[in-house]
């Protein structure tokens, strides 16, 4: 079967207007070529459509009933293109974000914030997932981009990445702790100390495993937790030593508790990524933007003074160089 949509929007005009005269006038077509498109649908789909003498057009009873029904399926695909055509002005439709528990519950609302102040009828819907989760949905296409914390290079041909802050790593503990005598910890003096931190779905892992090889620690015990309130609960009830990012972009440490920057110092970078060679969405690009600018802006704000809790003064980095050429 072979009907186009033009067929289609003719057969509804006509059955609207009960007039091919009056068709053809809608669609700026002669009234013979209004009577041939609805033949040629008649044809099509087998059925004799209108009953028409020399003063009326009316519907046959099959006439009728496609013509509620493709009424229904044509306001609808219009409204859909509507729909798909606002999204492309890069203010408004729905935008899909993926990124980590941990990142949603740290720097990802204010960047929600950002984009709910400049683009208002912007809808930017959050998926929480594992890093790899994050990475698949990116890749596959399920979600518009996402947001991960990486250590090197997004180790993928199919991303492109650009890097929004790095972050070094602290150690989190209460603020009698003898080590929170001193203005930096060296690696090395964790030795004796059970650890905790953050799991592989949150990206921390992998910047800790070189580091504790490294300084003979590889064989300490280690929790790892998926949020860093139940990283520093644990602490706080004497458990171990907190290992996590610590700067204005990521939550400061409890009221109880101290951070102090590892030495050597060893990072965490958030980037955003989406699938290369292929262009984000307007209202997506538009979203894009508004992450970046709140790293940007928070970053700008973070120079006025030094965390909360921490013995030094951290100048965030901000989104300025790609991580993976596109």
């Not at 495993?209 to 706080?236: F, T």
């Not at 970053?299 to 030094?306: C, H, M, S, T, W």
Request: net charge neutral; charged share 20%.
């Amino acid at each position: 079967m072979n009907v186009s949509l033009q067929q289609l929007k003719v057969f509804v005009a006509v059955a609207r207007e009960r007039s091919f005269t009056r068709a053809a006038r809608e669609f700026d077509l002669t009234q013979s070529a209004v009577s041939r498109c609805v033949r040629e649908l008649e044809d099509a789909v087998e059925l004799k459509l209108f009953d028409r003498t020399t003063r009326h057009v009316e519907l046959t009873n099959a006439g009728a009933s496609l013509e509620r029904r493709i009424g229904r399926l044509l306001d609808e695909i219009e409204l859909t293109l509507l729909e798909e055509r606002a999204a492309y002005d890069g203010h408004t439709g729905v935008v899909v974000f993926a990124s980590s528990p941990v990142l949603s519950s740290g720097w990802v609302p204010r960047a929600l914030a950002q984009c709910a102040s400049v683009l208002p009828e912007l809808i930017v819907s959050v998926r929480d997932q594992p890093q790899s989760g994050v990475l698949a949905s990116v890749e596959q296409g399920e979600v518009d981009f996402g947001a991960v914390c990486v250590t090197g290079p997004v180790d993928s041909p199919l991303l492109h990445a650009q890097v929004l802050f790095t972050t070094p790593l602290h150690a989190v503990l209460p603020s009698i702790h003898p080590l929170a005598r001193h203005d930096s910890i060296g690696w090395h003096a964790l030795r004796e100390c059970p650890l905790i931190t953050l799991n592989a779905d949150t990206g921390v892992r992998a910047a800790l495993g070189p580091v504790l090889a490294a300084n003979e620690l590889k064989r300490r015990p280690l929790q790892e937790l998926g949020h860093i309130a139940a990283v520093e609960r644990m602490v706080e009830l004497g458990l171990g030593v907190g290992i996590l990012p610590v700067d204005p972009h990521w939550s400061s440490p409890g009221a109880s508790l101290v951070s102090r920057p590892l030495v050597p110092e060893t990072t965490l970078t958030t980037v955003l990524v989406h699938r290369r060679n292929r262009s984000l969405r307007p209202n997506a690009a538009a979203a894009w933007a508004q992450f970046v600018a709140s790293t940007t802006e928070h970053a700008r704000i973070a120079e006025a003074g030094p965390i909360v809790g921490a013995t030094h003064t951290f100048r965030p980095s901000v989104a300025r160089s790609v991580l993976q050429e596109p």
